[in-house]
């Protein structure tokens, strides 16, 4: 059972490049997350998926686009990447709406993501 | 909106003393405070969690308490060891999880 996979582990791009980080979830979860990790600054919602078929804005949604594949499958995509959007990203998933239940998030281990 | 504040963002303890860290929170919707360990270059992984109708929880050398009045919770970790040396994040649910920026825990042998 190996719960959130994300791919890459870890990418170099240019200023301009496109990239698509992949996230999976083994957990039959109904909701799935991304976040990005910066220094002192925690964890920050980009985009979230309640449910299958739908997807919502989080604090910091400027520069990405997501895209609810499947109800295993929650990508995030940098159209245009800036030196801004270095991060380390975490995909996470829930079994329900944070706002339905009280069941914790699982989280991948991550993508090191440098824009250079 | 919702937003979390935590203290300290380090904390230095020798092995064996207690760590205590806190956090407050502005949306009195919340009703879920979970905490979180990230070791080094690793995931975040939940450690203990509240329900906004219990005051307080324990589980071994970890206990979370809750003061819906004040809106703050917080995190007591007993006989600290050096495994737990990590970075700790609380987070509060209304509508979606906003964790708050985290703590440094440096157990010193």
């Known amino acids: 059972n190996a719960g959130v996979t994300q791919t890459p582990k870890f990418q170099v791009l240019k200023t301009g490049q496109s990239m698509t980080l992949q996230c999976a979830q083994d957990?039959?979860?109904?909701?799935m997350y991304w976040y990005r990790q910066d220094p002192g600054m925690g964890l920050r919602l980009i985009y979230y998926?309640?449910?299958?078929?739908?997807?919502d804005k989080g604090e910091v949604p400027n520069g990405y686009n997501v895209s609810r594949l499947n109800k295993r499958e929650f990508s995030l995509r940098l159209e245009s990447a800036a030196p801004s959007q270095t991060s380390v990203y975490f995909c996470?998933?829930?079994?329900?709406?944070?706002?339905?239940?009280?069941?914790?998030?699982?989280f991948g281990d991550g993508t090191r993501l440098s824009i250079l | 909106g919702e937003n979390v504040e935590q203290h300290p963002s380090t904390l230095s303890v020798q092995e064996g003393d207690s760590a205590v860290i806190k956090c407050t929170y502005s949306?009195?919707?919340?009703?879920?405070f979970p905490w979180y360990k990230q070791e080094l270059g690793k995931r975040p992984q939940l450690i203990i969690d509240?329900?906004?109708?219990?005051g307080e929880k324990k589980d071994q050398r970890i206990a979370v308490t809750l003061n819906k009045t004040a809106k703050h919770f917080s995190l007591h970790i007993t006989e600290t060891q050096p495994e737990d040396s990590a970075v700790y994040f609380c987070?509060?649910?209304?509508?979606?999880?906003?964790f708050g920026a985290g703590t440094i825990l440096r157990v010193k042998s």
């Open positions: 509240i329900r906004s109708n219990v």
């Open positions: 957990m039959n979860h109904n909701s």
């Open positions: 949306d009195s919707a919340s009703n879920y």
């Open positions: 996470a998933s829930s079994e329900y709406p944070g706002h339905l239940s009280y069941q914790p998030q699982h």
């Open positions: 998926s309640a449910s299958e078929g739908t997807t």
């Open positions: 987070a509060e649910r209304g509508n979606k999880l906003v």
